[in-house]
């Protein structure tokens, strides 16, 4: 098992630019998550999926698009890159998306976007 | 809404000292309670979870008791070593929200031989 995989790992955009961040899972999960990653700030989410076809706003979704075509791919679409969205993003991904569950993270993307 | 506060870092311990790291809550309901670790140029991984009041859930040395009354999921060891030198994230889930997780803004322990 690969876990959840995150490609790039490091990316360097300009201001207006778009790009896309995969995310990928090999464990059969339902659900998965965006999160961002600033300085001093924790985790923040930014969208989320309860299955393939289904996604869903989370904290701070303003700038970012999802799709769900497939269970195991879930990317993450910048549509047109701001200083204000240089951080690390994770994916994450759990069993079914219940309170109890564990999450899985991939190893981040680190964006600068100058 | 839901939030999770902790203890303001960085943390710096010698090694076999005892941890302490507070992590207190707010949430409707009753939510899982969790704590994530991640080392450095990592991703969180999952190093213990409770999933009701009085729960205890530990692993590789580390505690933490789901106290519902003072709304708290503290995370402890008893003698750290060099080895646990990472960021610590406290984190909650609600029940009826799909799963969404509420984390901490981290709290970064370094430990010095």
Redesign the interface.
């Known amino acids: 098992n690969a876990g959840?995989t995150q490609t790039p790992k490091f990316q360097v955009l300009k201001t207006g630019q778009s790009m896309t961040l995969q995310c990928a899972q090999d464990m059969n999960h339902e659900?998965m998550?965006w999160?961002r990653q600033d300085p001093?700030?924790?985790?923040?989410?930014i969208h989320?999926s309860?299955g393939a076809g289904i996604t869903d706003q989370?904290e701070v979704p303003n700038g970012y698009n999802v799709s769900r075509s497939t269970t195991e791919d879930f990317p993450l679409r910048l549509l047109s890159a701001a200083p204000s969205q240089t951080s690390v993003y994770?994916c994450?991904s759990?069993l079914?998306?219940?309170?109890?569950?564990?999450?899985?993270?991939?190893?981040?993307t680190r964006l600068t976007v100058l | 809404g839901d939030s999770?506060t902790q203890m303001e870092g960085p943390v710096t311990l010698s090694e076999e000292a005892f941890l302490t790291i507070n992590c207190t809550y707010t949430a409707t309901g009753y939510?899982?309670l969790?704590w994530?670790v991640q080392y450095p140029?990592?991703?969180?991984?999952?190093l213990l979870?409770a999933?009701k009041a009085d729960d205890k859930g530990s692993n590789k040395g580390f505690e933490a008791t789901y106290r519902k009354e003072t709304t708290s999921f503290h995370l402890e060891k008893g003698s750290v070593q060099v080895s646990d030198s990472a960021v610590y994230?406290c984190a909650l889930?609600?029940?009826?929200?799909?799963?969404?997780?509420t984390?901490?803004?981290?709290t970064t322990l370094t430990v010095k031989p």
């Open positions: 959840v659900y998550s999160y001093g700030m924790g985790l923040r989410l989320y309860v989370g994770f994450a759990s079914s998306g219940v309170g109890t569950d564990t999450q899985y993270f991939g190893p981040g | 999770v939510p899982s969790f994530y140029g990592e991703g969180l991984q999952l979870k999933t994230f889930s609600a029940r009826t929200n799909a799963g969404k997780s984390f901490g803004d981290g």
